[in-house]
C-alpha cells in the first residue's frame, strides 16, 4: 500500500516550504514510477510532478516548474515531494500513486495513497 505522511504542518504560508513523503510497505517502490497529484475543490485531479523508475526521470507540471521537486531514496524506499515558494494557488489535497515504469500520465497510475491537504495562506 502507498502511504502519503507529512513532513511539516499542513498549513503553510504563502512562500513556505513543505516536503512531502510517499512510502509502501510490502512492496519496494523501485519498480513503479512514483506520481505526485492533486485535487482541489471543484477541480480534477492534476499530475503535479513524476520520477520513473528505470531512469529516474522527472517531469512537473508548468505550474510548480522550479518550485516543487521530487526524489526518491531507495534504501528509505520513500518518494518525496519538496515543495517551495508556496502559493495559495497550491492548496489542494495530494495524493501520491504507482504506475508502470515510464510516467505516462494520470490515467497509468493505479495505486493510490490515502492522501493529504495542504493548505497554503496567511
Known amino acids: 500500500q502507498v502511504q502519503l505522511v507529512e513532513s511539516a504542518e499542513n498549513l503553510v504560508q504563502p512562500g513556505g516550504s513543505l516536503r512531502l513523503s510517499c512510502a509502501a510497505s510490502?512492496?519496494?517502490?523501485?519498480?513503479?514510477?512514483i506520481g505526485w497529484f492533486r485535487q482541489a475543490p471543484g477541480k480534477e485531479r492534476e499530475e503535479v510532478s513524476c520520477i520513473s523508475s528505470n531512469d529516474g526521470s522527472t517531469s512537473y507540471a508548468d505550474s510548480v516548474k522550479g518550485r516543487f521537486f521530487i526524489s526518491r531514496d531507495k534504501p528509505k524506499n520513500t518518494v518525496y515531494l519538496q515543495m517551495n515558494s508556496l502559493k495559495p494557488e497550491d492548496t489542494a489535497v495530494y495524493f501520491c500513486?504507482?504506475?508502470?515504469?515510464?510516467?505516462?500520465?494520470?490515467?497509468?497510475?493505479?495505486?493510490w495513497g490515502q492522501g493529504t491537504q495542504v493548505t497554503v495562506s496567511s
Open positions: 510490502g512492496f519496494t517502490l523501485d519498480y513503479y514510477a
Open positions: 500513486a504507482t504506475g508502470p515504469t515510464w510516467c505516462r500520465g494520470l490515467e497509468s497510475f493505479g495505486t
